[in-house]
């Protein structure tokens, strides 16, 4: 099995977030690139293919960190007018929201890839 949660960790950990919440992090992302890697298989590609689309379209550290930093002050404004359990749960709306965005444009990202690699597959000449 593939190691997604150290390839999450290796982007997330220049960030220096705190340990609770890069473990959540951590966490999530990783399952949902385990559910992406998974949709590639079983969409025919072999471990390797897959496990190199999911890291190709991986965001670098600072798209990352630029993607953290829009959420969290939204979410610590919020919390600062609001009382704790609400906070909590606008927070982690609000982080839900940022993380479908990032699966979204993830999955996005490996389709449009396989459909440009399978029509320039389908369109290169036969070899002899």
């Known amino acids: 099995m593939r190691d997604f949660k150290a390839l999450v960790r290796e982007r997330v950990a220049p960030l220096a977030l705190a340990a609770d919440r890069e473990q959540k992090i951590v966490d999530e992302w990783a399952a949902q690139l385990v559910e992406i890697h998974d949709a ?10 897959a496990w190199r689309e999911v890291q190709r379209h991986l ?6 960190a630029e993607d953290l930093l ?13 009382p704790a359990l609400r906070a909590r749960r606008t927070y982690r709306a609000l982080a839900g929201r940022a993380r479908e965005r990032l699966a979204a444009g993830l999955l996005r990202d490996v389709r449009l890839g396989l459909r440009l690699s399978s029509t320039t597959a389908a369109s290169a000449p036969p070899s002899s």
């Open 40 to 49: 590639l298989r079983a969409d025919g590609l072999s471990d390797e293919d």
């Open 59 to 64: 965001p670098d550290t600072e798209t990352l």
């Open 70 to 82: 829009v959420a969290e002050p939204i979410a610590l404004q919020l919390a600062a007018r609001s």
